[in-house]
């Protein structure tokens, strides 16, 4: 328990300043106070935001670092296993797992730094992207995630008589939100990008920390 403890700790504290469903609702509030919507509409809107958000199970968790970018942050204490065992095991993690091998990434042993660009199926539509470091020193993992975005391939296509090139569009996270002051019709797919994003690399770092937990009693023949 207690590595799952220190990891929760940690993301908590990262997470004081992060995007919320309240800060959401302020930036209606605000609107309103600004004369730019009336009482009527802002009801409207509140009530229908209140219900997408309950029919979701929440808002998700938009953790902030100290320069106000969106960043994930997870600690892990292994009380038995030396730098090197965690940096070589997380290297071993990552090429089982998104066939990313170490001629692919930026990996030093001596200071136990391991930092690669990767993506994963954000939506039918999307395709997240993020620049994860991972720092290990002796007893303990440390697993970051930030610069990250969305990416939206349009392939090639005709427009009437007209030839449509290939197409990529960049949504970086921080313009994902705020939601509320969107159309309505733009609330679920923007909320469906935020929680995936953050299922993902919850996914992502108990899969790496169960890894290197068991790889003794897996690895034992």
């Known amino acids: 328990m207690k590595p799952l403890l220190i ?17 959401e609702k302020q930036l209606l ?3 309103f106070t600004a004369k730019r919507i009336n009482q009527e509409k802002l009801s409207e809107i509140g009530m229908k935001w209140n219900q997408t958000v309950k029919n979701f199970g929440g808002y998700p968790i938009i953790p902030y670092n100290s ?7 997870y600690l892990f204490e292994f009380e038995k296993l030396t730098k090197e065992q965690l940096a070589n095991r997380s290297l071993e993690w990552m090429a089982i797992n998104h066939s990313i091998y170490p001629n692919q990434i930026y990996s030093n042993p001596t200071d136990g730094k391991i930092i690669f660009r990767n993506s994963f199926s954000a939506n039918n539509n999307f395709t997240g992207v993020y620049t994860c470091v991972i720092s290990a020193k002796d007893k303990a993992l440390l697993i970051e995630y930030f610069k990250i975005g969305f990416q939206l ?3 090639g296509h005709y427009a009437g008589d007209s030839w449509i090139n290939d197409s990529t569009t960049e949504l970086p996270i921080d313009q994902v939100f705020p939601i509320i002051l969107k159309r ?5 797919w ?10 993902f690399f919850k996914n992502e770092v108990n899969n790496h920390f169960n890894f290197i937990k068991n790889y003794d009693e897996t690895y034992r023949f």
Do not use: G, H
Request: aromatic fraction near 16%.
């Open 184 to 188: 309505p019709n733009e609330w679920e």
């Open 7 to 23: 990891c929760m700790l940690l993301f908590a504290t990262t997470a004081l300043f992060a995007q919320s469903d309240s800060i």
């Open 153 to 155: 391939f349009v392939p």
């Open 67 to 73: 320069s106000n970018e969106v960043y994930y942050s």
């Open 190 to 199: 923007r909320l469906n990008l935020l929680k995936n994003a953050e299922t």
């Open 29 to 31: 509030f605000n609107e």
